[in-house]
């Protein structure tokens, strides 16, 4: 199994850096005619073969936007076949929890009153007002829905999951509010930020979310073993020595960490985290040792995919990636709505 | 489990060896810069601004616009002439910027979000974000931007008192027509102008007065604040108009028949981009206001 693991890995793995490839070589601009090796010696040895414009829309376009696809497909991923782990159920995902909302109404509010805010920050703050906001918001969510469903160290999961439901109708009066009082150009900012895209990436915002996935992932990707024990439920998961409650803990602040990061830098990506679990499931079943360090890769592959055909199907501009990946889900999330109405 | 990060980590490893591992070639190909001449005679000019655009094509250098945004209508040929990129607040990409090889990028720092400024200031093409000013003061400063930012070597002055000779001749009212303008997305999306807006500017220069006197800025269309301000005359973008249905559209909004603009079916609709851009056009327009105002009002 061990091995058998590690090959779907390298494969994943060959399968991403193909896509990587091919991303980097789609899009509106159109190079001169260099082959992918001249275009690569070109900028590394920065020898005067590569056009300056050619070198941007690589370097600084381009370039950063596949990271950040690839970065921010992983992230949603993981963090939703974490919670899915967690809820033991295949619908649960940031949205549901209402992470993703909470995001959302700190990034609104930055959006709409960012211009009274502003005189009282630093400076160097302004262009990260909105992603710092946004991820706040997560953690307040998270750390609210936390508090409410959980007594005496122990997680109520239903109330957990009605709490998330109740952030999330708040969030979206806020946003109702916000969106009728705003002015037209922030509208505009609104409506187009909620749809969630890839356009806005810049290296900062790649080593921001690398820093913030990588602690994450460090401390979520091995933690299969212990969700497939609490497969069997929380109390025989305990007898078998897992710290059920503290595994519980750790996913809620680092999905939380994660999903604040993406909506921060990207808007809203719905469906991501309910996709990729969902398909690895079928072929997997539920065993997470598996599922989760594969989602963290296939994510990557899922969001690059979206985010490719995002920038090249509708030239010159783009359609938002959230569009597409929303098209992808909401036919899976009717599905396993069908498919586990018994149980509902 | 512990087995399973050490392969992770190697697989992370080798993954970040084998894209490195050309980087221990190094190429020793002879350095040849070509210098490229900049002559200003022929630009690949992107214009991000129906104004900018407006200006770059009465300086003459219509031709040499070879990218546009959304709002830049005005000349017509422009449409056809130059690409369109799309709307700038909602993500122009600067990928299909780059693409059409420009070799200067114009806007307004009005509708820009500082990520596309950034952006386009790290491309490394010459660009010049304009800051614009709603008043004829404004649009002459911005005729003179552009034409220096063009390298445009004639005579701007008689761009800039055109606006000036427009604005002589206006119909003068006895008692200043008090104009609401409602910028409409559809029946259930109309919103009204406040004061402080290039809106407010035009209508002002038209010998007219906002009817919305007590807030700033746009705000939604209530039927008891519509009544209440009473308007003479109700202003509408083309395109507005069109998304509630013409003029019977505006007339059927609940209040306007209360209206002294709705009684007399006093609805006036006007090119969006002539009422705003605030360009070369801003006395046309404040004078083509002025006349249908007279002409309704008779």
């Not at chain 2, 070509?34 to 005679?41: D, G, L, M, N, P």
């Not at chain 2, 007590?214 to 509408?236: H, Q, V």
Request: charged share 20%.
């Amino acid at each position: 199994m061990r091995n058998k693991l590690f090959l779907y890995l390298l494969s994943s793995f060959i399968l991403l850096s193909a896509l990587a490839v091919w991303s980097l070589y789609s899009g509106v601009f159109v190079f001169e005619k260099h082959s992918f090796l001249e275009i690569f010696n070109g900028i590394l040895t920065n020898d005067g073969s590569i056009d300056p414009s050619e070198r941007f829309v690589l370097m600084d376009l381009r370039l950063p936007r596949v990271v950040m696809g690839i970065l921010i497909g992983s992230a949603l991923a993981v963090s939703g076949t974490c919670l899915q782990g967690m809820f033991r159920n295949p619908l649960a995902t940031p949205d549901l929890l209402g992470i993703t909302a909470g995001a959302s109404v700190f990034a609104a509010i930055t959006i709409v009153l960012g211009s009274y805010i502003k005189p009282y920050i630093p400076e160097m703050l302004h262009y990260s007002l909105l992603s710092i906001m946004a991820f706040l918001g997560a953690l307040l969510t998270m750390v609210l829905v936390y508090r409410l469903s959980t007594q005496g160290g122990r997680t109520n999961i239903i109330m957990m999951l009605l709490s998330g439901v109740a952030i999330t109708a708040i969030g979206f009066a806020v946003m109702g509010l916000l969106i009728f009082f705003s002015k037209d150009e922030e509208l505009r900012d609104l409506t187009f930020w909620n749809l969630g895209s890839l356009a806005g990436a810049t290296w900062a915002k790649c080593g921001i979310l690398a820093v913030v996935i990588g602690i994450s992932f460090a401390l979520l990707l091995n933690k299969g073993k212990a969700l497939n024990a609490m497969m069997l439920g929380e109390n025989d998961a305990q007898h078998l020595g897992i710290p059920v409650e503290r595994i519980k803990k750790q996913i809620v602040v680092l999905t939380a960490l994660m999903v604040g990061a993406c909506v921060a830098f990207a808007g809203n990506i719905s469906f991501m985290g309910l996709i990729v679990p969902y398909i690895l499931r079928l072929i997997f079943k539920s065993r997470y040792n598996i599922i989760l360090p594969l989602a963290a890769v296939w994510g990557s592959i899922l969001m690059l995919t979206a985010d490719t055909v995002s920038r090249t199907i509708a030239p010159p501009s783009e359609i938002s990636v959230g569009v597409l990946t929303a098209f992808m889900g909401a036919p899976i999330f009717m599905m396993i709505l069908i498919r586990n109405r018994k149980q509902m | 489990m512990k087995k399973l990060n050490q392969f992770i980590v190697i697989a992370f490893v080798l993954y970040a060896m084998v894209s490195c591992k050309k980087e221990e070639k190094t190429t020793d190909t002879t350095n040849v810069k070509t210098e490229s001449s900049a002559v200003a005679a022929t630009q690949r000019i992107v214009s991000l601004n129906g104004a900018v655009t407006e200006v770059i094509a009465a300086l003459g250098h219509e031709k040499e616009i070879v990218g546009r945004d959304v709002t830049s209508t005005y000349p017509e040929s422009v449409k056809a002439s130059a690409k369109d990129l799309g709307h700038v607040a909602r993500g122009v990409s600067v990928e299909a910027i780059m693409a059409l090889q420009p070799t200067l990028i114009l806007g307004t720092e009005k509708d820009m979000t500082p990520e596309l400024q950034a952006k386009i200031k790290a491309s490394g093409i010459k660009s010049v974000i304009f800051k614009q000013e709603f008043s004829v003061d404004g649009a002459k400063r911005l005729i003179a931007d552009v034409a220096a930012a063009l390298g445009h070597k004639g005579d701007i002055k008689p761009i800039q008192d055109k606006i000036d000779t427009d604005l002589t001749d206006l119909v003068k009212f006895k008692k200043a027509p008090k104009v609401l303008f409602i910028y409409a997305r559809g029946a259930n999306m109309l919103m009204v102008s406040g004061t402080g807006t290039p809106i407010e500017s035009i209508i002002q220069l038209s010998g007219s007065e906002n009817a919305v006197t007590d807030f700033a800025d746009f705000k939604p269309l209530t039927p008891e604040a519509l009544i209440k301000g009473n308007p003479d005359a109700i202003l509408l973008f083309d395109s507005g108009a069109e998304s509630v249905k013409g003029i019977d559209g505006v007339l059927k909004i609940p209040g306007v028949d209360k209206t002294n603009a709705g009684k007399n079916k006093n609805i006036i609709t006007m090119d969006g981009g002539l009422l705003t851009n605030f360009g070369p056009r801003t006395g046309e327009a404040a004078k083509a206001l002025n006349q249908l105002l007279a002409k309704n009002a008779k």
